[in-house]
């Protein structure tokens, strides 16, 4: 059993010291957030993680986690202190650190017992070196007994608390391989291959990682719009595609593209240090030229089946970035939205999760409550996040309620055959003759 401070309570934060705590460590989560701190000490999550709400109260139930914005409380008597805040975007799509900064700064001026500090938080290569520097600078003439681990994460939103319980792997980066080792013996009850490299290393391969997800889906999209020319269905040839060992069948879904917190993000972070460095990434350029297209696309694809999209209503099915989170950042459903109301549509949108998020962000879309109210008297539906309540949908109901039974299927989720058997305007993503229906 271990005493861990996690600081930062977001996804990343908040999963982390609830799984540690459920692992029989003694955690303390702090944010400087106080009102996100009284809610989790009232058991209310800030976000909506599946499992999330149960792991957090029993831990706290067992005495074993804890919430506060006082980084004395936090850091007394810590072994670890987890850095897991926010590194948003800069202008240039650099990584702004100053909230990691902040955390540094907090340990150093707080801390008088030796800590493994561990960056959690996916932070561009060259910070642990940096986060070393900010504590020692901080430190000057009273040093402190610490050394610094890079520990990146690989939780994916929706299925976090088992990505972090039943983890394909565990990365651990740092100068001092004792405090690695130290660090790796908090995971050693999930049996999962622990990987112990340098500090820059393990920054790389979280953003390496990234990257390649996000270039595979990519490919897929440039696949699928070729398909598209061409007649193949992309769903098949992903298919066939998968069965290969050598690529396997994950992240082969043709569709809206990536979004979310951490892809566009760290793609973008990745291509600037690489330029920043005077290398020229013209990979990863294509593969964020790509993915903003595949939006574009689907406004396209609607502007030629109705004419104009001026003063049509068209339906948008979910707004999150993707099924089973709350989270809207950068989620391709609210790019395809603006791009429609910049041509005058009027759109009407229902996310299972996502409405009080969308709210501050769509002020002129009619949110609606059910996906059938979407439908009625649209020119048009967009589907845009394959959430499994929209999979079996009544399409009789629905088609007899549209304007126009016109369907864009952004995530390829529908059978293209059976809508069109009901009469609709079928367009899919990649579907072969999608882009020419029969219907
Ligand atoms: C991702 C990485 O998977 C995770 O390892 C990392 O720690 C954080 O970033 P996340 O962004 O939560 O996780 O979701 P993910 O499931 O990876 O999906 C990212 C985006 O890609 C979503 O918008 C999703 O809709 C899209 N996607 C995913 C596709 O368009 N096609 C696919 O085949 C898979």
């Not at 908090?186 to 920054?203: F, H, K």
């Amino acid at each position: 059993m271990s005493k861990i401070c996690v600081i930062g309570t977001g996804y990343v934060g908040l999963v982390t010291g609830a799984c540690f705590a459920d692992l029989g460590n003694t955690v303390t989560c702090l944010d400087v957030d106080a009102s996100r701190i009284e809610r989790l000490k009232q058991g209310i999550m800030p976000i909506y993680e599946p499992g999330l709400e149960q792991i957090v109260q029993q831990n706290v139930r067992h005495g074993r986690l804890h919430f506060t914005t006082s980084y004395p409380e936090a850091l007394k008597d810590a072994e670890f202190a987890f850095i897991a805040v926010g590194t948003p975007s800069g202008v240039d799509g650099e990584a702004d650190l100053q909230y990691v900064r902040q955390a540094a700064e907090a340990i150093a001026d707080i801390v008088d017992h030796p800590i493994v500090v561990v960056n959690k938080s996916t932070v561009p290569v060259g910070t642990g070196d940096w986060v070393a520097e900010v504590i020692n600078r901080r430190r000057a003439g009273k040093p402190l007994d610490f050394s610094v681990v890079s520990n990146p994460e690989f939780l994916r939103e929706g299925s976090a608390i088992n990505d972090f319980m039943m983890p394909d792997r565990v990365v651990l980066g740092s100068l001092d391989r004792n405090a690695a080792e130290k660090v790796a013996q908090l995971y050693q009850s999930l049996r999962c291959p622990i990987m112990i490299t340098d500090l820059r290393t393990a920054e790389m391969i979280k953003y390496a990682s990234n990257a390649f997800l996000a270039t595979r889906i990519s490919f897929i999209n440039e696949i699928a719009n070729i398909c598209e020319e061409l007649g193949a269905d992309v769903r098949e040839v992903a298919r066939g595609m998968g069965l290969d060992k050598r690529i396997g069948p994950a992240f082969l879904d043709a569709g809206l593209g990536w979004g979310g917190s951490c892809f566009p993000k760290d793609v973008k972070a990745l291509a600037h240090m690489a330029v920043l460095h005077g290398t020229h990434p013209q990979l990863l350029q294509a593969v964020m030229e790509i993915n903003r297209n595949q939006r574009r696309r689907v406004v396209v694809k609607l502007r030629k089946a109705l004419g104009s999209l001026d003063q049509k209503v068209i339906g948008v099915l979910g707004l999150s970035f993707k099924p089973n989170t709350d989270d809207i950042r950068e989620a391709p459903a609210l790019e395809v939205i603006h791009l429609l109301e910049n041509e005058g549509a009027l759109v009407k949108a229902y996310d299972p999760q996502a409405m009080d998020n969308a709210r501050s962000v769509l002020p002129r879309v009619q949110l609606v409550d059910t996906p059938y109210q979407v439908a009625e008297g649209a020119d048009a539906l967009v589907l845009a996040t394959e959430w499994n309540e929209f999979k079996q949908l009544d399409f009789d109901q629905i088609y007899h309620s549209m304007r126009q039974p016109i369907i864009m299927d952004a995530r390829n989720l529908w059978d293209p055959d059976k809508l069109r058997s009901l009469g609709f305007t079928y367009f899919g993503i990649g579907r072969g003759n999608s882009i020419h229906p029969k219907g």
